[in-house]
């Protein structure tokens, strides 16, 4: 859609990535975007405006919408959104447009770069309400609509390794990786990180390629990132009791 911050006329622009971030560390899964559908804005104060029409915190934001609750998404992160956008975008842009590195240098952008507050002079993230799994599906964005060449599926599992979500939850179901280690309290580390988390994936995908060669698999589209968003899907669901591992 040539209203979105991923078309050609908006994807390299402030604008359009200040849209994007908006979509995904704001908007996604809100009534202004349910309802509306809208997702360029083409200034803070365009953003802020639509956002006055909506009442319960502006945007009626979905707190868990990712998951857990991680952090308080709120329409309050557009402005140094809009700030740090027009600081950071054009001179990423100018390093990294083209390059095999867009995609996980636009995770570390969105994620995990600082800057120091022009308010309260602290040091915070540059763009608040964005982790890593929210920058991950913001590269994924930029990926999927053309805009940034096909990262090494090396770099993709080790994105998903870092993460350590859903797609780690359903290897250790599928007994590729083992379950988390318990602590002292007899509860398991879920922030433990597998180092043999991205070779298991990889061999993941690589055994489901060479089953289904040139056939529907490859026709579907299939790839590291649909297979990422497959194993999340199955262990959701074997949350909520559709679907069983054994």
């Known amino acids: 859609s040539p209203e979105s911050p991923f078309s050609e006329s908006h994807a390299w622009t402030v604008k359009g990535f200040f849209s994007a971030l908006v979509y995904r560390g704001i908007t996604f899964g809100a009534k202004i975007l349910v309802r509306d559908g809208r997702v360029y804005f083409d200034s803070l104060e365009a953003f802020q405006s639509a956002a006055q029409s909506y009442s319960e915190r502006s945007v ?17 992160s557009a402005e140094p959104y809009w700030m740090d956008a027009n600081d950071t975008w054009p001179k990423f842009l100018e390093e990294w447009r083209g390059k095999e590195q867009f995609f996980t240098k636009l995770i570390h952008l969105c994620s995990q770069s600082k ?18 799994l ?24 080790e994105c998903i390794q870092q993460m350590n979500r859903g ?33 298991r994936f990889i061999d993941l995908f690589q055994a489901l390629s060479t089953l289904v060669p040139n056939g529907p698999l490859q026709d579907s589209g299939f790839d590291a990132f649909m297979l990422e ?15 069983n591992f054994d």
């Open 60 to 76: 009626d934001c979905i707190w868990k919408v990712y998951g857990s609750a991680q952090c308080k998404r709120s329409a309050d």
């Open 115 to 132: 800057t120091r507050d022009r308010q309260t002079n602290k040091i915070r993230s540059r763009f608040p309400q964005i982790g890593y």
């Open 134 to 157: 929210t920058g991950y599906l913001l590269a994924v964005d930029y990926f999927k609509h053309g805009l940034c060449p096909k990262p090494p599926l090396e770099d993709v599992a």
């Open 167 to 199: 797609a780690v939850h359903a290897m250790q179901r599928l007994q590729l990786i083992p379950s988390y280690p318990v602590m002292r309290n007899g509860k398991p580390n879920r922030k433990h990180i597998f180092q043999t988390a991205s070779d």
């Open 229 to 243: 968003h497959t194993l999340c899907k199955m262990q959701k669901m074997k949350r909520k009791g559709i679907y």
